[in-house]
């Protein structure tokens, strides 16, 4: 049985999870308030951004006295079919991972992983 993005998606934050990584689903777009008077923008609104966003925690070495610290964490979920993203979400992974994040494309929990390590 084939599985859809969502599918992967939730097995990549779950396997994310014993990474020390939380990730959260970035649901872009507009919606209608509550009240149905007005627009809301929700997730990162940058064209390209990613389908999981979060941070990693990390130890910093023993010259920053040992401190963890998060870094960002941007994952494109697709399915085994579905190609390797747009030109914006190539260029929003790139700029992830110059700016020293973890970034990348997944089509598995394993993908994560390995992406995570």
């Known amino acids: 049985m084939a599985r859809d993005e969502s599918n992967i998606a939730n097995e990549v934050m779950l396997?994310?999870?014993?990474?020390?990584?939380?990730?959260?689903?970035?649901?872009?777009?507009?919606?209608?308030?509550?009240?149905?008077?007005?627009?809301?923008?929700?997730?990162?609104?940058?064209?390209?951004?990613?389908?999981?966003?979060?941070?990693?925690?990390?130890?910093?070495t023993e010259n920053m006295l040992g401190k963890e610290i998060a870094v960002f964490v941007a994952l494109e979920i697709k399915t085994k079919t579905g190609g390797n993203g747009s030109p914006e979400q190539k260029q929003f992974i790139e700029f992830v991972k110059n700016a020293g994040g973890i970034a990348g494309v997944c089509r598995s929990d394993a993908d994560a992983i390995k992406l995570l390590s």
């Open 15 to 60: 396997a994310a999870s014993k990474q020390s990584t939380t990730l959260f689903k970035n649901v872009r777009g507009l919606f209608w308030s509550l009240d149905m008077q007005r627009k809301v923008a929700a997730g990162l609104q940058c064209k390209g951004s990613s389908d999981l966003i979060g941070f990693r925690k990390v130890k910093v």
